[in-house]
């Protein structure tokens, strides 16, 4: 059994991390947008991204002060794009994902983070 693939299990174990995964679906976030969505603090919002990002599930990269975080579609390993892809189709009942979603699309990190 591969180690990586264990990882991406135990990613998406923990509800918060989901909800990251869902929203970073909808488009590319760096951390003060994802914290205000979530309520969380930054130190936790940024071990949430770790854990995503060591596992393959999502990449980052910086933009001026700014890292993004968003989606690894392209991803090499085949359980990796799976469970996106399960993520992707999965959870849209869910009362906390809607209202994430909703707020992702309201977000400003020019007015949260800024600038």
């Given at each position: 059994?591969?180690?990586?693939?264990?990882?991406v299990?135990?990613?998406l174990?923990?509800?918060?991390?989901?909800?990251?995964?869902?929203?970073?679906?909808?488009?590319?976030?760096?951390?003060?947008?994802?914290?205000?969505?979530?309520?969380l603090?930054?130190?936790?919002?940024?071990?949430?991204?770790?854990?995503?990002?060591?596992?393959?599930?999502?990449?980052?990269?910086?933009?001026?002060?700014?890292?993004?975080?968003?989606?690894?579609?392209?991803?090499?390993?085949?359980?990796?794009?799976?469970?996106?892809?399960?993520?992707?189709?999965?959870?849209?009942?869910?009362?906390?994902?809607?209202?994430?979603?909703?707020?992702?699309?309201?977000?400003?990190?020019?007015?949260?983070?800024?600038?």
């Open positions: 059994m591969k180690n990586d693939r264990v990882k299990f135990k990613a174990s923990d509800p918060n991390r989901v909800r990251i995964l869902k929203m970073v679906l909808v488009r590319e976030l760096c951390l003060c947008e994802v914290r205000d969505v979530l309520g603090s930054n130190s936790t919002v940024s071990k949430h991204l770790s854990i995503l990002r060591d596992a393959g599930l999502i990449l980052d990269s910086k933009d001026g002060k700014w890292v993004n975080f968003r989606v690894h579609d392209q991803a090499d390993d085949e359980v990796v794009r799976s469970a996106i892809a399960l993520v992707r189709k999965s959870f849209d009942d869910d009362a906390v994902i809607r209202e994430d979603l909703k707020r992702v699309k309201r977000v400003d990190r020019a007015k949260i983070c800024g600038v």
